[in-house]
């Protein structure tokens, strides 16, 4: 999955108006990690990291849950096809 494809999913909940204020800041931090100098895993469990406690929010609805869920099962996806 190319950083491009990233970005569109987490862009994609961003302009979702069910998603609380705070998790859309933390979804933005994840967008920033993206371009972060550091190698690609480094990068990845960042956002893996922001995007499990984003899930964990109460006041997200549960299909912002799912989004979020399904970019996290990719990512990891990505991990482990990169080892």
């Known amino acids: 999955m190319e950083r ?3 970005v ?3 862009k994609g ?3 979702d108006g069910g998603v609380p204020r705070r ?3 933390e979804l ?3 967008l920033l990690t993206l371009n972060a100098s ?3 895993n ?3 469990s960042s956002i893996l990291s922001i995007l499990d406690e984003a899930s964990n929010n109460p006041n997200l609805s549960l299909g912002a849950r799912t989004h979020i869920w399904n970019i996290v099962s990719t ?3 990505e991990m482990i096809h990169h080892k």
Do not use: C
């Open 75 to 77: 990512l990891e996806g």
């Open 38 to 40: 550091v190698d690609a």
């Open 23 to 25: 998790i859309k800041e």
């Open 42 to 44: 480094a990068r990845v």
């Open 28 to 30: 933005e931090q994840s």
């Open 8 to 10: 569109d999913l987490v």
């Open 4 to 6: 491009e494809d990233i």
């Open 13 to 15: 909940i961003l302009t």
